[in-house]
């Protein structure tokens, strides 16, 4: 089966700084979902990368997918606090069966 | 739209009650998914439906728990009788036109979080 490996598990950072989020497949994929959850409440989907090498930016977050396709990273510029959270990639195995990775908890300092 | 709406928000039951959770996805959705979280195991999808009908059913943790998608505006996700070890948070989610479509961007709730003594 497939898995999604997300690293770091969990990220402290002080505010202003740069951070870089990876997920890793084990298989190639069809789709990766960039998601993030505050604490205690539901999902949000942040971005789509569907083309192996493909790169979006929304804001301060970019996600790109390698050639590959079977890594992607998050790359936040000047965090700050309204960054915090849970984020977790997804994938579409094109198998009709979306999954998620093990999350990264990221918090960031004032 | 108002989005994905789950209920209970909350729950605290039992060990051995049946627990029923409700979803109501966004209109013109046609497929809508259960998953749920716990920190030990992330989020692990329990089953999708599309266009009602079960699709996947391969994460349901056994027996204990059914879904059912009666029509494309409600679905229920039942766990009878319940365990201490099914406390964790039960999210629902929906999405358009469906996985197979190779862009499946999916909406999710708020979440139903519970509890089981």
């Known amino acids: 089966s497939q898995e999604l490996e997300q690293s770091p598990q969990s990220l402290i950072v002080q505010e202003g700084k740069n951070l870089t989020i990876n997920c890793t497949s084990s298989?190639?994929?069809?789709?990766l979902y960039w998601y993030k959850q505050k604490y205690g409440e539901g999902l949000i989907f942040l971005m789509m990368l569907q083309k192996g090498g493909e790169e979006k930016s929304h804001e301060k977050i970019t996600a790109k997918l390698d050639e590959k396709k079977q890594q992607s990273s998050l790359h936040i510029t000047a965090s700050q606090p309204s960054h915090a959270g849970i984020y977790l990639c997804?994938?579409?195995?094109?198998?009709?069966?979306?999954?998620f990775g093990t999350g990264t908890r990221l918090t960031v300092i004032p | 739209d108002a989005g994905v709406i789950q209920s209970p928000r909350h729950e605290v039951t039992e060990m051995g009650q049946e627990v029923t959770l409700r979803c109501k996805p966004i209109?013109?959705?046609?497929?809508l998914f259960w998953y749920r979280q716990t920190m030990m195991r992330g989020l692990e999808l329990l089953i999708y439906?599309?266009?009602?009908?079960?699709?996947?059913d391969s994460g349901m943790p056994e027996d204990r728990f059914s879904a059912k998608m009666p029509n494309a505006s409600f679905s229920t996700l039942k766990i009878q009788p319940s365990e201490p070890r099914d406390s964790a948070v039960y999210f629902c989610?929906?999405?358009?036109?469906?996985?197979?479509?190779?862009?499946?961007?999916?909406?999710f709730g708020a979440g139903s979080r519970l509890t089981v003594l």
């Open positions: 298989k190639t994929l069809y789709g």
């Open positions: 989610a929906s999405s358009y036109p469906g996985p197979s479509s190779g862009a499946n961007v999916l909406t």
């Open positions: 439906f599309n266009n009602n009908v079960p699709i996947d």
């Open positions: 209109s013109g959705h046609n497929s």
């Open positions: 997804g994938a579409d195995t094109g198998a009709n069966n979306l999954f």
